[in-house]
Structures are given as C-alpha cells and as structure tokens.
C-alpha cells in the first residue's frame, strides 16, 4: 500500500494598520507624560481600571497588585527632573492586543524597564497590565 499525506499550512500575517500603532504609540507617551509630570490624572485615562502592575523596585522590593500602586507612587515622587528620559518601542500589536516595551532613566532615581499590554475594547486602547524591573536590581 502506499500513502500520500498531504499538508497545508495556511500563514495568516497579521499586521495592524498604522494608523493603530500611532493610536498604541500615543498611549504609550500618556504613559510618559504621566509619569514625568507626576501626575496620575493622566495615567487614570490610559489605564483599564481592573489593571495591575507587577515588577521589582529593588533587591528586597517588590510590587505586585492593582495599577493603584502606580497612581500612588507617580503622585508620591511628583514631577521628575530635567534628566528624566524615555523611550518607546512597539513589540508586537495585533487587532486588539499590543506589547510596548518604555525605557525610563531618572524616574525618582530609577531606571525602569516597563512592559505594557494595551488591549482594545470599543475602538480604545487601555493598558490592563505593567510589568516592570529597575537596573537597581543588580
């Protein structure tokens, strides 16, 4: 007997149209604009409010629960200083989901790595999650 399988492989690229990476991109300089002014009003209206946050602010320090944390700390450490510097990169943005990837230098005296998963509901994109780590970690 002789068998023939045959396999079909279909590949779906899926890209966003660009116009939706400048909408996850403008979240993302909220996100910024937020934290160098320290003002969590601002942050308020970028964030799902069942977000969280998740990372780890020193060696013996770390944070973990609701986006809360975030606000509180934002208004805690106030306006950054004229050396506060950020940066944004999209890693991955499908129909409804994006990862953007925020570096921060002197942020309270931190540099953060941020990761934040936005997720678009009603043609909005929210940030339902942050992830984090500080290089004063190390």
């Not at 590949?11 to 909408?23: F, L, P, Q």
Request: proline share 1%.
């Amino acid at each position: 007997y002789k068998f023939e399988i045959k396999i079909y492989i279909y590949i779906k690229i899926m890209r966003a149209d660009i116009s939706e990476y400048e909408k996850v991109e403008a979240v993302a300089r909220k996100f910024i604009e937020g934290v160098k002014n320290g003002k969590s009003d601002i942050l308020k209206g970028i964030f799902h409010e069942k977000a969280c946050m998740f990372g780890r602010l020193d060696k013996n320090t770390t944070q973990e629960g609701s986006i809360t944390n975030l606000y509180e700390g934002v208004d805690k450490v106030g306006p950054c200083g004229k050396d506060y510097v950020a940066r944004v990169d999209i890693l991955a943005l499908e129909k409804s989901v994006a990862i953007v990837k925020v570096v921060e230098d002197n942020w309270g005296g931190y540099k953060f790595t941020d990761f934040l998963t936005l997720w678009k509901k009603d043609n909005e994109w929210k940030v339902v999650a942050k992830a984090y780590d500080t290089l004063n970690c190390q």
